[in-house]
Protein backbone atom coordinates (compact mmCIF):
# COMPACT_ATOMS: atom_id res chain seq x y z
CA UNK A 1 0.00 0.00 0.00
CA UNK A 2 1.06 3.57 -1.00
CA UNK A 3 1.26 6.86 1.64
CA UNK A 4 -1.19 8.86 -0.41
CA UNK A 5 -3.45 10.05 2.33
CA UNK A 6 -2.74 14.41 2.80
CA UNK A 7 -0.70 13.80 5.93
CA UNK A 8 1.80 11.70 3.98
CA UNK A 9 1.90 14.53 1.01
CA UNK A 10 2.64 16.93 3.53
CA UNK A 11 5.23 14.90 5.49
CA UNK A 12 7.15 14.15 1.78
CA UNK A 13 6.73 17.85 0.72
CA UNK A 14 8.21 18.70 4.16
CA UNK A 15 11.03 16.07 3.72
CA UNK A 16 12.07 17.44 0.33
CA UNK A 17 12.05 21.63 1.28
CA UNK A 18 14.11 20.72 4.58
CA UNK A 19 16.59 18.32 2.65
CA UNK A 20 16.98 21.55 0.08
CA UNK A 21 17.01 23.85 2.66
CA UNK A 22 20.12 22.43 4.28
CA UNK A 23 21.64 22.51 1.39
CA UNK A 24 21.24 25.91 0.50
CA UNK A 25 22.48 26.75 3.88
CA UNK A 26 25.63 25.22 3.67
CA UNK A 27 26.06 26.63 -0.12
CA UNK A 28 25.37 29.81 1.96
CA UNK A 29 28.21 29.21 4.42
CA UNK A 30 30.43 28.89 1.86
CA UNK A 31 29.39 31.72 -0.24
CA UNK A 32 29.29 34.41 2.62
CA UNK A 33 32.81 35.38 2.41
CA UNK A 34 32.03 36.48 -0.94
CA UNK A 35 28.49 37.83 -0.88
CA UNK A 36 28.72 38.92 2.93
CA UNK A 37 24.46 37.18 2.30
CA UNK A 38 24.51 35.70 6.52
CA UNK A 39 22.36 31.92 5.76
CA UNK A 40 19.24 33.00 8.17
CA UNK A 41 18.98 35.32 5.12
CA UNK A 42 18.39 32.90 2.12
CA UNK A 43 15.73 34.17 0.46
CA UNK A 44 14.55 30.37 0.19
CA UNK A 45 13.62 30.45 4.02
CA UNK A 46 10.71 30.98 5.22
CA UNK A 47 8.20 30.15 8.13
CA UNK A 48 9.11 27.76 10.79
CA UNK A 49 12.48 27.12 9.30
CA UNK A 50 13.45 30.49 8.77
CA UNK A 51 12.39 31.42 12.37
CA UNK A 52 14.44 28.39 13.42
CA UNK A 53 17.20 29.60 11.60
CA UNK A 54 17.41 32.87 12.50
CA UNK A 55 20.29 33.67 15.60
CA UNK A 56 18.57 34.57 18.71
CA UNK A 57 20.07 36.01 21.88
CA UNK A 58 20.66 32.10 23.13
CA UNK A 59 23.05 32.47 20.05
CA UNK A 60 25.35 35.34 21.12
CA UNK A 61 25.91 34.17 25.05
CA UNK A 62 27.20 30.90 23.68
CA UNK A 63 29.75 32.61 21.31
CA UNK A 64 33.04 32.60 22.02
CA UNK A 65 33.43 35.65 20.31
CA UNK A 66 31.51 37.66 22.61
CA UNK A 67 34.55 37.63 24.97
CA UNK A 68 36.32 40.71 23.16
CA UNK A 69 32.99 42.34 22.53
CA UNK A 70 32.90 41.30 18.56
CA UNK A 71 29.32 39.94 16.84
CA UNK A 72 31.04 36.78 15.44
CA UNK A 73 28.25 36.25 12.66
CA UNK A 74 30.29 34.28 10.96
CA UNK A 75 29.91 31.59 13.69
CA UNK A 76 26.44 32.14 13.77
CA UNK A 77 26.38 31.36 10.09
CA UNK A 78 27.96 28.29 10.72
CA UNK A 79 25.48 27.19 13.06
CA UNK A 80 22.87 27.52 10.55
CA UNK A 81 23.02 24.25 8.44
CA UNK A 82 23.50 21.98 11.64
CA UNK A 83 20.12 23.24 12.89
CA UNK A 84 18.31 22.73 9.26
CA UNK A 85 20.21 19.41 9.72
CA UNK A 86 18.45 18.77 12.89
CA UNK A 87 15.19 19.61 11.44
CA UNK A 88 15.70 17.11 8.63
CA UNK A 89 16.24 14.11 11.23
CA UNK A 90 12.87 15.25 13.05
CA UNK A 91 11.02 15.18 9.71
CA UNK A 92 12.80 11.75 9.44
CA UNK A 93 11.86 10.60 13.22
CA UNK A 94 8.08 11.61 12.63
CA UNK A 95 7.49 9.37 9.82
CA UNK A 96 6.29 6.86 11.83
CA UNK A 97 3.00 9.11 13.14
CA UNK A 98 2.76 10.84 9.67
CA UNK A 99 2.72 8.03 7.40
CA UNK A 100 0.06 5.59 8.94
CA UNK A 101 -0.07 2.78 6.15
CA UNK A 102 3.14 2.13 5.25
CA UNK A 103 5.88 3.40 7.54
CA UNK A 104 9.57 3.35 6.01
CA UNK A 105 11.13 0.35 7.11
CA UNK A 106 14.29 0.47 9.91
CA UNK A 107 16.74 0.34 7.73
CA UNK A 108 15.85 3.10 5.14
CA UNK A 109 14.90 5.55 7.86
CA UNK A 110 18.99 4.73 8.81
CA UNK A 111 20.11 5.92 5.97
CA UNK A 112 18.13 8.85 6.11
CA UNK A 113 20.02 9.63 9.48
CA UNK A 114 23.41 9.43 7.75
Known sequence: ERNVDD???IWRNEMAYRGLILLRTSVAVVEYLSKGLPS???P???GYERD???PCDLWKRTSL???DGKDDDFANVLRVPFRMSYLVRKTVSEQHKRLKQNPIHV????LLYG
Open 40 to 42: WNC
Open 52 to 54: YAT
Open 107 to 110: TSEN
Open 44 to 46: ELS
Open 7 to 9: DAR
Open 65 to 67: RHL
